[in-house]
């Protein structure tokens, strides 16, 4: 077993392979065959060129190939190299010669895929890309005969293919793997490849999140980026609609409240709309295409002020050119349950444990044997109570259900992606015997996503996404966390959940009795009972982009215009009434042991539904121009880019309230500019100027610069023995200044220095 390394090879091989042959004036393309039918090898070479090379003679006995192919080339100008597992042999003083090439790339499921590269290998960036229909035209000129395409996709394992000649009608399959969505950096403003990106990011594939079946969206994140902390807090677990703490650069504002501490989440950006957090928790995973995280001020320079707490950047699906329509359907049925539930004493155990208690330090007993007794034989549940609080509100589980259904396709100018999904989510409130009306908890979402993308000339493309979630939410008017504290707070032994009543009564009777402090007891039920809200929270957004392409100016260059719009509404209808408390004062038993009761009211309630409404939200535009270059000239990669953006937002109640009578306004204006120098050595520079109609005039505005610069350790020369193990070790290093316009959690405070 013989190692070497082969002329002009970018890598050495382990040549097992041996040959035994003898040789007797054997043209060379015919041992170039013999080898392949003895040992399997493969050869590309070009036939004319070959028929130069002399006769071969010889005898060989357990020979290397790498001493027959020497043989084969003695004396002369050719070399051979190993490209992809084949062994290329070629004249090395060949002058430039014309190769045009044209086919077809599509996946293993024999989809096309527009969009895909197609470079010459060592032919200092020359390449195309496939257009709408996966099929290119490449005109090419290199001395190296064969030539190596090296034919690309995001997602898919990089195929060479080797050319002799000009070729028509190639058909590349690329399979599944290579470089993936997280090897990817998607900034919003532009997308680079993660090894040469000299910023702090994470990025997430749409996929990944598919996987983990939970319809709070947050929770499936927190579970699979590195970084970002989602804070659970109360209000989240016992409402789908609050909004929860996303923690990027920590906790960068004073904050006690859950509502407060939300104004420590970073920006989100869906689709170049910026929504809340809320909006993009109700999201379905199968129509995001990429999540990605920008953490530090490089990374997050190009938003300005907007981004002090850090940028989550959410893209959605977009359709592709394929032969057939691609339909994707799940339907989920699950089950919910507390994880853990306290277990609670019964009215015996605790009446028991606690005159035990008071012995201890020397006090008289609170309970009499009497009625530890009665309770322990279940003489009279309104006497003599036993309620368990926590089974008397809560179900041990429910059922909940989420329906999801898309289409992906397109044709030679147009594509599209359509989504729509539906959840049903039940809490685990039981249903009271004594109400009219149902308090448990049900959260209905109805999201829906259509992308639509149409090429206008060949230089130009349009592309209109929509989002549009529908929320309703039905709960007791009590919140849950607040049932929740009472059913495990409640007393089980000192007053039952109802009393009976009188025959004219037109109400229920609930339960209570003196506390310790002088008031009376919370009676869970009652809360339980006592009212509902009906909630309904709807979010639009709509991203009309244009991208020219401007390689007829320069190679490169490219101007990309958005117009974004977002409307969020919110409603809510709160229905309640006041629960009639009473108090068992006294009771008789008669001979036949049937009790009879005497109760007291302690309150005045109320026998109808009285009713409370609300209503908020708002809408906003936007405008955003970007031009953006990208360029390389051998080892060099520049880049440049420079966004404007300015958005109103106005809201949608009446201009009564004063802070809502003006709009708010943002403008401002990002750069940045980058270069790298053989995939090793990176630098970048950003700054963002943006301003705030919140602030003084002449303080409206702000300068927030970043500075970064990076080394690829992995693709050093050194690097490259244990490449396999280790495929990226880099360094980077950055410097940036950040800002943030939000002064309060509330967004009625405005104009401080009024």
């Known amino acids: 077993e013989i190692l070497r390394c082969l002329v002009g090879s970018e890598m050495c091989i382990r040549d097992s392979a041996t040959l035994t042959v003898t ?17 399997g090898i493969k050869f590309a070479y070009d036939p004319e060129d070959i028929r130069r090379l002399p006769p071969v003679s010889g005898e060989f006995k357990k ?25 290329l042999v070629y004249d090395s003083t060949v002058k430039m010669r014309k190769f045009t090439v044209s086919g ?11 969009g895909a590269s197609v470079i010459l290998k060592g032919g200092s960036g020359q390449g195309v890309s496939t257009d709408e229909k996966g099929q290119f035209t490449f005109s090419f000129s290199t001395k190296t005969s064969p030539a190596v395409l090296e034919v690309g996709f995001l997602g898919m394992e990089t195929q060479q293919v080797i050319i002799t000649g000009s070729a028509k009608g190639l058909n590349v399959t690329l399979k599944e793997g290579g470089t993936r969505i997280d090897d990817v950096v998607v900034n919003g403003m532009f997308t680079r490849n993660k090894s040469t990106y000299t910023g702090s990011v994470t990025s997430i594939k749409g996929e990944d999140l598919v996987a983990i079946s939970n319809t709070n969206l947050m929770s499936a994140l927190s579970a699979v980026t590195p970084g970002m902390v989602v804070v659970q807090n109360n209000a989240l677990g016992s409402n789908p609609n609050a909004i929860p703490e996303i923690l990027i650069r920590g906790s960068n504002s004073i904050a006690t409240s859950a509502e407060e501490k939300a104004y420590n989440n970073p920006l989100i950006i869906l689709d170049g709309v910026e929504v809340l957090s809320n909006m993009l928790n109700n999201m379905p995973p199968e129509s995001i295409e990429s999540f990605s995280v920008l953490k530090d001020a490089t990374a997050t320079a190009l938003y300005g002020s907007r981004g002090a707490n850090g940028v989550m950047i959410i893209t959605t699906k977009n359709g592709r050119d394929s032969e057939k329509m691609t339909i994707n359907l799940r339907a989920e049925v699950g089950m919910s349950a507390p994880t853990r539930v306290p277990e609670i004493a019964d009215g015996v155990t605790f009446m028991e444990t606690y005159n035990e208690a008071c012995a201890t330090r020397g006090e008289n007993p609170r309970y009499s044997r009497e009625k530890i007794m009665g309770t322990k034989l279940g003489l009279d549940p309104y006497v003599y109570p036993n309620v368990d609080w926590y089974d008397m509100l809560f179900k041990n589980s429910t059922f909940n259900q989420n329906f999801n259904f898309n289409m992906t396709g397109g044709a030679k100018k147009i594509d599209y992606f359509l989504n729509a999904s539906a959840f049903n989510e039940n809490g685990i409130m039981r249903a009271p015997s ?6 448990n908890i ?15 000339t060949k230089t130009t493309r349009v592309s209109l996404k929509m989002n549009t979630q529908l929320h309703y939410n039905h709960a007791p008017i009590e919140s849950v966390g607040s049932l929740f504290t009472y059913a495990l707070s409640a007393l089980p032994c000192e007053f039952p959940a109802t009393l009976p009543g009188e025959e004219t009564d037109t109400f229920v009777r ?31 957004t709509s991203a009309l982009t244009v991208c020219q392409n401007l390689d007829f100016v320069t190679k490169g260059l490219s101007l990309t215009g958005m117009a974004t719009f977002y409307n969020r509404v919110y409603s809510a209808v709160n229905r309640s009434f006041t629960p009639f408390m009473y108090q068992l004062t006294d009771y008789d038993v008669d001979e036949a042991g049937n009790y009879s009761y005497t109760s007291n009211s302690t309150n005045t309630g109320t026998t109808y539904l009285g009713t409370t409404r609300g209503k908020d939200g708002y809408r906003e535009l936007a405008f955003q121009a970007k031009i953006d270059y990208t360029r390389t000239f051998g080892k060099h990669d520049v880049g440049a880019t420079i966004v404007y953006l300015q958005k109103e937002r106005n809201m949608n109640i009446s201009d009564e309230q004063e802070y809502a009578a003006l709009p708010y306004r943002q403008q401002g204006l990002a750069g940045r500019v980058t270069y790298g120098f053989d995939k090793r050595y990176l630098i970048e520079a950003n700054f963002g100027y943006n301003g705030s109609e919140n602030f003084a005039p002449g303080k409206r505005f702000g300068f927030f610069p970043s500075i970064a610069g990076g080394w690829v350790i992995s693709n050093e020369p050194f690097w490259k023995g244990i490449k396999d193990k280790v495929n990226l070790f880099k360094v980077r290093a950055s410097y940036g200044l950040v800002g943030n316009d939000v002064i309060s959690s509330n967004y009625k405070d405005r104009f401080p220095y009024l």
């Open 434 to 439: 004594t109400s009219k009306f149902d308090t």
């Open 442 to 456: 049900n959260s209905q979402k109805y999201l829906f996503q259509a992308n639509v993308s149409a090429d206008a």
């Open 23 to 39: 040789l007797t004036e054997r043209p060379a393309t015919a041992v170039l065959d013999e080898i392949t039918r003895k040992t």
């Open 510 to 540: 609930f339960g209570t009795a003196n506390a310790w402090d002088g008031n009376t007891f919370i009676n869970p039920y009652a809360q339980l009972c006592r009212g509902y809200s009906d909630k309904f929270r709807g979010h639009f």
């Open 104 to 114: 077809t790339v599509r996946d293993a499921g024999k989809t096309v895929l527009p």
């Open 63 to 87: 020979a290397a190939i790498s001493d027959v192919l020497d043989r084969c080339i003695a004396g002369s100008s050719f070399k051979y190299q190993i490209e992809n597992n084949v062994v």
